[in-house]
T-cell receptor, first 111, second 113 residues
């Protein structure tokens, strides 16, 4: 069963706009990671946020975590056509347990 | 530094045939994982290993076996392939669990007819 559920399932925006994807999860977590998958490729790690953190930035990426609502969001600012990909959240439920991946959000950035 | 590699990239099997997928990593990672990815289902963990000689079941282990005889290699076996095992298979590795990111291979597209 999926621990994390991304929302929306698909998102289409114009180049230069911001893209926001959300991830909700069911049980308490130690940390949450976001990954990107380009079509036909393996996943690539983007950013990690620990359960005691509320916000992290990496370049054009901003991740927030609200443990009271059991949710996280990934914001990509000033999107580019190269950002077109699927984005997955992955949660670690407890120490040394494998990550549990959500079903992903498909982002299309139109030039 | 090749990272995580998978062999083969594509394979077509007939129902009942067997095959082994090979995953290799050159990052000296302790943890290795096998996932399957199906449309609309995201990634589901099949089996994983926390070190040489160890294996553990993931979310969807039935119909698969694994071995980790060498630290750098993680093999996924299908003893009697079924059409339900048609999928894209990804291998990944990480230094440890928890805060450590996973590094993914390019995937193997398997079709069982």
């Amino acid at each position: 069963s999926q621990q994390g559920e991304e929302d929306p399932q698909a998102l289409s925006i114009q180049e230069g706009e911001n893209a926001t994807m959300n991830c909700s999860y069911k049980t308490s977590i130690n940390n949450l990671q976001w990954y990107r998958q380009n079509s036909g490729r393996g996943l690539v790690h983007l950013i990690l946020i620990r359960s005691n953190e509320r916000e992290k930035h990496s370049g054009r990426l901003r991740v927030t975590l609200d443990t009271s609502k059991k949710s996280s969001s990934l914001l990509i600012t000033a999107s580019r056509a190269a950002d077109t990909a699927s984005y997955f959240c992955a949660t670690e439920l407890s120490g040394n347990t494998p990550l549990v991946f959500g079903k992903g959000t498909r982002l299309s950035v139109i030039a | 530094n090749a990272g995580v590699t998978q062999t083969p990239k594509f394979r077509v099997l007939k129902t009942g045939q067997s095959m082994t997928l090979l995953c290799a990593q050159d990052m000296n990672h302790e943890y290795m994982y096998w996932y399957r990815q199906d449309p609309g289902m995201g990634l589901r963990l099949i089996h994983y290993s926390v070190g040489e000689g160890t294996t553990a079941k993931g979310e969807v282990p039935d119909g698969y076996n694994v071995s980790r005889l060498k630290k750098q290699n993680f093999l996924l076996g299908l003893e009697s392939a079924a059409p339900s095992q048609t999928s894209v298979y990804f291998c990944a590795s990480s230094y440890s669990a928890g805060v450590f990111e996973q590094y993914f291979g390019p995937g193997t597209r398997l079709t069982v007819t």
